[in-house]
């Protein structure tokens, strides 16, 4: 069995660019969450996608989006890109994000902004 | 609201030798669950065990068992014969609310495993 897959490994952008990066949850898994991982802030939570729909969300700024699309798959879209905004991106994949149900992460991606 | 705390940054333990890592959290709901994670330094968030509050006994996995006190709530996860390969930063963490999709975290805890 497939376990969670992040796309791209490792990325580098220009401030002010914009970065779309891909989750590709286990296969038949619901949720898929999102979390920003840095050394100051440690893990926070970004937003939670269920059956396409946004069921929760974080305090990011707007700059910060994301969507899932029918397959599960998810995506995530930071536009206008600033330095804070290195980091490394993990993203969750639950059978259905509930009490009872186990979340496994993908290997995640690591932003750099310069 | 839920809340985790990871009192040790880091930790020693000799190889072959046993460590309990600790973990404490706040709730008010009556159904909840209790995770813990390993991240080695390559980034990727290890899934090790899952402890529910309804679970009658300490949830075990290989060498990774779970010390389960719902009253002092606290969820210690105990590593026997730790190998070189178990240093990694350990996390504990739970739903969001319980019922969400959203996960918190504790600060972490840097295992570091002497040979």
């Known amino acids: 069995k497939a376990g969670v897959t992040q796309t791209p490994r490792y990325l580098i952008k220009t401030r002010g660019q914009q970065v779309t990066l891909s989750c590709s949850p286990i296969?038949?898994?619901?949720?898929v969450s999102w979390y920003q991982q840095t050394p100051g802030q440690g893990l926070q939570f970004l937003f939670e996608?269920?059956?396409?729909?946004?069921?929760n969300k974080g305090n990011f700024p707007g700059r910060f989006s994301g969507r899932q699309f029918s397959n599960s798959r998810s995506e995530m879209n930071v536009s206008t890109l600033e330095l804070g905004d290195s980091a490394l991106y993990l993203c969750?994949?639950?059978?259905?994000?509930?009490?009872?149900?186990?979340?496994?992460f993908g290997q995640g991606t690591r932003l750099t902004v310069v | 609201a839920q809340k985790i705390t990871q009192t040790q940054p880091g930790m020693f333990v000799q190889e072959k030798e046993a460590v309990t890592l600790d973990c404490t959290y706040d709730t008010s709901d009556p159904s909840y669950g209790l995770f813990w994670y390993k991240q080695p330094s390559s980034g990727e968030m290890i899934f090790l065990i899952y402890?529910?509050?309804?679970?009658?006994q300490n949830a075990t996995e290989g060498r990774y068992s779970l010390n389960f006190q719902k009253a002092r709530k606290s969820a210690n996860l105990v590593i026997s014969a730790s190998q070189l390969g178990d240093s990694a930063m350990y996390f504990c963490a739970m739903r969001d609310p319980p019922g969400g999709g959203k996960l918190i975290f504790g600060q972490g805890t840097e295992l570091s495993v002497k040979p």
């Open positions: 996608y269920f059956s396409e729909t946004q069921r």
């Open positions: 969750a994949s639950s059978l259905s994000g509930t009490v009872n149900t186990e979340a496994f």
């Open positions: 296969s038949g898994h619901r949720s």
């Open positions: 402890q529910g509050s309804y679970d009658q």
